[in-house]
């Protein structure tokens, strides 16, 4: 029998890692379909704009901006507003990215972050992969698409009670995400439960809550990790320590 070389075996690892965010992503995405069939979208506008956009905020700003009938500037700044997180998630991944790496690689990098797909990413020993990051960016993202499609072809057939209940799988999938990493490191746990707790009273807050939430994430994000960051800094040899030890594993 045939031993997997180690490309192939990262590969494998992506395709494990996508196809579970790709489930949470086709049930989210179905809704957002419905709403863009609201906006008289067409079904291959819904994949192409899904296979471009992967936030599920900035594609519900897109779709209902179209219904809405506004400008090409006002739809512009909305998805800006509502991705701009990911400036924030693409600086803490540049940390983990060879120095050898290309520049080509650093932008698929770049546009292949996703809340899960940062968190696999993240939670993954030593540098980023790009035959990894690929795998599970294509798996997740060919899944999201279809479900926009999916959901725009069937409209309003299904009952809205149906249709909020396919969204809290995504849910159950952060939280696949979040809790091994926890429980292998106290630390970690202990982090994701101050977040619970910042982002619950932010949201709840007199003057904090009326602020739109894509803008409460993006501060959340830079304070905690900001101070994560003084008091818990991660060196450089560190990450290299950990992809030496993940090439000896494998």
Request: charged share 15%; net charge neutral; aromatic share 10%.
């Amino acid at each position: 029998m045939k031993t997997l070389n180690n490309n192939q075996e990262v590969i494998l690892e992506g395709l494990k890692a996508g196809f579970p965010i790709g489930l949470g992503y086709f049930a989210v995405s179905f809704s957002l379909g419905i709403i863009a069939k609201s906006a008289n979208v067409s079904p291959l506008q819904c994949f192409i704009t899904s296979f471009l956009n992967h936030a599920s905020a900035g594609e519900y700003a897109i779709f209902t901006c179209i219904r809405d009938n506004v400008s090409y500037l006002e739809i512009a700044l909305m998805v800006l507003i509502a991705n701009i997180r990911y400036v924030l998630m693409s600086c803490a991944l540049s940390q983990r990215v060879h120095e050898k790496e290309s520049m080509f690689a650093r932008f698929i990098f770049g546009f292949t972050v996703t809340d899960e797909i940062f968190a696999v990413e993240i939670g993954r020993k030593g540098y980023l992969q790009l035959a990894y990051t690929v795998t599970a960016f294509m798996t997740a993202v060919v899944m999201w698409s279809c479900g926009t499609t999916v959901g725009c072809l069937a409209g309003n057939i299904l009952p809205g009670r149906i249709v909020s209940a396919l969204s809290v799988a995504l849910y159950g999938m952060f939280l696949a995400i979040i809790i091994p990493p926890a429980r292998k490191d106290k630390l970690i746990g202990g982090i994701i439960a101050i977040c619970f707790a910042m982002s619950y009273l932010a949201a709840r807050l007199p003057v904090v809550k009326n602020i739109s939430s894509g803008t409460r994430i993006i501060v959340l994000t830079v304070i905690i990790a900001s101070v994560c960051a003084i008091l818990f800094p991660v060196k450089e040899d560190d990450v290299a320590s950990e992809s030496d030890v993940n090439q000896e594993e494998k």
